[in-house]
């Protein structure tokens, strides 16, 4: 079973940017699809970011797209998103995720994936 934990979350002023990582325990990560999606307190997870378990493809969300940028480094068992021109709607817990099925992180109708960590929160001041 993978394990994942987030960090790099904090408060930020809009324009700014952050960089999140996730660590991921568990032999099996580096053949897993990994992503980020976000969430709002009384509101249903958004898809951000995901790539495939190679990281020769990344697919994102058209409101983070240009801005975002998810990365993988299977040898350490890490994925990142690096969100730049943050905003205030980007406001949100940023949690980090895996499934076999990449499409499993990607449609929010599908539920929640196989594997995701408590979240980090980013807050995005206007």
């Known amino acids: 079973q993978v394990q994942l934990v987030e960090s790099g979350g904090g408060e930020v002023q809009a324009g700014g940017s952050l960089r999140l990582s996730c660590a991921a325990s568990?032999?099996?990560?580096?053949?897993?699809?990994a992503g980020w999606f976000r969430q709002v307190p009384g509101k249903d997870r958004e898809f951000v970011a995901v790539?495939?378990?190679?990281?020769?493809?990344?697919y994102y969300a058209d409101s983070v797209k240009g801005r975002f940028t998810i990365s993988r480094d299977n040898a350490k068992n890490m994925v990142y998103l690096q969100m730049n021109s943050l905003k205030p709607e980007d406001t949100a817990v940023y949690h980090c995720?895996?499934?076999?099925?990449?499409?499993?992180?990607?449609?929010?109708?599908?539920?929640?994936?196989?594997?995701w960590g408590q979240g980090t929160l980013v807050t995005v001041s206007s």
């Open positions: 790539t495939k378990w190679s990281g020769s493809s990344s």
């Open positions: 568990g032999a099996a990560f580096s053949s897993l699809a």
């Open positions: 995720a895996a499934d076999q099925k990449l499409h499993s992180i990607v449609v929010v109708a599908e539920g929640y994936p196989e594997a």
